[in-house]
Structures are given as C-alpha cells and as structure tokens.
C-alpha cells in the first residue's frame, strides 16, 4: 500500500516536471510578451507556487537537522558499548563521504554544469551575495554558537549540529535519567519526517511551476545544463560504486569487490526504488548476514549509516554546488571548496534517509559559501531521479563500511567462507 503511493508521488513529480517543461517552452518560444503572460502568469502565479514551495521546504531545515542529528547522537552514544567498533564505524563513515564529496567537486569542475545558463535572469542577482573571505580561525571559532537559540533562528545550521551532537551525546549518557526528553526528540523527530512527506505531496505543483517559470525565462538553453548536470552527478554516483567502494573492499576487507557487488545487488534495487535508506535497514542487515557479517555489528552500524552516512548525497550536493556557482557567475575559490567539503560532510550526517532530504540540507552547503538557494530551485525539478539512484549509492556505503569494520574486527564478526560461497 505504502510503496504504491510513493510510486505514485514519483509519477506525478515526473508529470509536473515534463509538464513545466512544455509548457514552459511553448512560453518561452511562442507567447508574445504581455502583461498577462510575465506579470500574472511567469513572475506571479508560478512564482508563488514554487518560491512557496521552496519556502515550505526551508522551513523544515532547522528542526529537521536538528533532532535527526540529536537522535543520530542518542544512538551513536551507544557506541561506548561497542567501544573500539564505534569509533571504527564512525572514522570511516565520515572519510568516505569526505571521500565521496571531493570526488563530486572535482569532477563538476572538470565537466562544469552549469556554464552557458544564466540563473541571475531567473531569479533576481540581489540575492547573490558571495561569501565573504572568513579566516580559518574564525571558520573553528563560528562553529561554537555564543547563543544556540540564534543560531536557530538564523539557521546557522554549523552551529546548530555542533549543539545538536552535543545534545545528543549527553541524552545518551544519562541514558534512563533523561528518557522523558529523550522521548521528546525521538517523538519530534517522527514528526519532522512526516513533515517532509507532507510538503513532498506539494512537489509535483512546485517543480511544475519551478519549470515552467526557468524555461519560460531561459528557454531550450536550459535543458542542456540540466542534463549535464544530471549526468555529472550520475558519473559520481557510479566512480564511488565502481571505483572508490570496489578498491575500499579490495585493500581493507580482503575480499572480491564483484562478488559483494553481486549478491548485494537486491538491496541496491530496494533503496533505489524507496529512495529511503531507512527503509532499507532490514535488508541491508539481512543480506550483508548472508555475506557472513554478524548482526552483533550490523544491527549498530547501519541504522546508524541510514542516518548519518550519505555518501551519493554528498555528491549530489558538491556537483550542485559547483553547478550553481558556474550559474551565477561565481568563482569558487580553494577556500569556497574546503567548507564545501566540511559543510556537506555535516549535511550528510544531517541527512534523514528518507526521500529527498538531501534537497532540504543543501540549502546549507549552498549559505555556508553564500550561493543563493533559488538556484536549488532549477535542481529540484530532475532531483526524484537523482535521489533515487543517490539512496542506492547512500546504503552502499554503510554496507561496505561494515564489511570492512567486520572483518577489522575478527573472525567472529566475518565469516570469510560464508561470503565466497
Ligand atoms: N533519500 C536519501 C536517503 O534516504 C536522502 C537524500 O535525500 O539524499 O538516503
């Protein structure tokens, strides 16, 4: 029941997406310019539908970010438990999507995205204000908020994680003392989720009128862009599956990258129809059980993974960054690409795995170097797609990490006999 609405939701994102497109180029090519046409239609009704539609998804960034990394710390907390495995867990969890994030960023700049559109024509270019240089002691230093209720209201969302996993760690430490708000964020956290879900039904009318308004305004030009942008990310998504997760098995867990590949292609198919790592929990702990890692370890580590390790996300998010940038005309400068790297780390660990929220938090890898977010606007169109390839790439990479702490960790964690079989 359940999977047939989402299929449903996908299928009319796709609609509304082909929609604005046609009807976006009919405008662009065929309608004369009149009142009608640029100020009623172009600039107000789809301008309110989809600015109201990235304002809907702005607004659930804070709280969203906030206790899914507060719960995310709860269940890390209990990594004392597991002592030395956690820390394993979590050194490699953020070293492939710092892997995975850079990879992103130097492939969009080799390839460019977005060169040959001008997004200052779709949205107004008052709104781009480029980063000011921030010193690297004042980049540590900003990370600690003086006040984590401003940080909040400004959505100063560095700050707010760094308060957020602080929070969290100590929920966990007192562990019965501090059930009741405990309970609270866990409770507040199922409630943000089904948030999203709810301004996701939005999507089809908000990327159908974010379409239309970029096509009648830019015209055919777009498309180009947008494909390679797609592409680009896709190529991403394929070097950290083919390339970087093949020679990880290889040299750390001793083991035939193809064969892993192969047996865990199901689980592949499920994240990438769900679009949900969480949704893929079970099944990623039951196959990689079949591949002879014990449940002792996957039961921590990939619920964990579904939470804070979103490796195809953070390559989503680089590409569009650099996409954006060429877009608006922006250098990015060496400086820009290390808070890319630091930024999107973090707003992978803010990620829920549920669908789309990747399009939510990249909202904050764009402010943390000042891009303007409407350019995520001309990227939300195409993102279904996108995230769900991205999620298959997302459980992949808990998968692999836990193969690798596995077998780190002993015979009695990973049976190497049971995976060759
Ligand atoms: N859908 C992704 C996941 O569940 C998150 C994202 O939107 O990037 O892993």
């Not at 994030?101 to 781009?128: M, N, R």
């Not at 379409?211 to 950290?240: D, N, R």
């Amino acid at each position: 029941m359940k999977q047939k609405k989402k299929m449903g939701l996908t299928t009319q994102i796709f609609i509304g997406l082909f929609l604005g497109l046609f009807v976006g180029i009919v405008f662009n090519l065929f309608v004369p310019s009149s009142y009608i046409k640029d100020t009623i239609l172009v600039n107000g009704v789809f301008d309110v539908l989809g600015q109201g539609f990235i304002r809907l998804m702005q607004m659930l960034v804070v709280p969203l970010v906030f206790f899914s990394l507060v719960t995310g710390a709860m269940s890390m907390g209990d990594t004392k438990k597991l002592g030395k495995i956690g820390v394993k867990t979590l050194v490699f969890y953020l070293f492939t999507t710092a892997l995975a994030i850079t990879l992103a960023l130097l492939l969009a700049s080799f390839i460019k995205p977005g060169v040959g559109i001008d997004l200052t024509k779709v949205s107004q270019a008052a709104e781009a204000n480029p980063a000011q240089a921030v010193s690297l002691k004042d980049t540590v230093l900003n990370l600690i908020p003086t006040n984590p209720i401003r940080a909040m209201s400004e959505g100063n969302m560095l700050q707010i994680i760094f308060f957020a996993l602080l929070v969290g760690i100590i929920l966990a430490n007192l562990g019965e003392k501090a059930h009741n708000v405990a309970n609270i964020c866990e409770e507040f956290n199922d409630i943000m989720m089904d948030m999203t879900m709810i301004v996701m039904k939005f999507a089809p009318i908000g990327v159908f009128a974010l379409i239309t308004k970029t096509f009648a305004t830019l015209g055919l030009s777009a498309i180009f862009s947008m494909l390679k942008y797609m592409l680009t990310v896709v190529l991403g998504l394929g070097l950290q599956l083919l390339l970087v997760y093949m020679v990880l098995l290889t040299i750390f867990a001793k083991v035939n990258p193809f064969k892993f590949l192969k047996k865990f292609f199901p689980v592949l198919g499920f994240a990438f129809s769900t679009s949900s790592s969480n949704a893929t929990v079970p099944m990623n702990i039951n196959k990689l059980e079949e591949l002879g890692v014990s449940r002792k370890i996957s039961s921590f580590t990939i619920p964990l993974g579904a939470t804070i390790n979103m490796d195809g996300t953070a390559i989503m998010q680089g590409v569009a960054v650099v996409f954006a940038a060429n877009a608006y005309g922006m250098q990015l400068t060496p400086q820009n690409f290390l808070t890319v790297i630091a930024a999107a780390t973090l707003a992978s660990v803010g990620t829920a795995g549920i669908p789309s929220v990747g399009l939510i938090t990249l909202s904050m890898v764009f402010n943390s170097i000042g891009l303007p977010i409407s350019a995520i606007a001309m990227i939300m169109g195409i993102d279904r797609i996108l995230d769900m390839i991205r999620t298959a790439i997302n459980i992949t990479g808990d998968a692999v990490c836990t193969v690798i702490v596995a077998n780190s960790s002993g015979e009695e964690y990973f049976d190497k006999e049971k995976f060759n079989s």
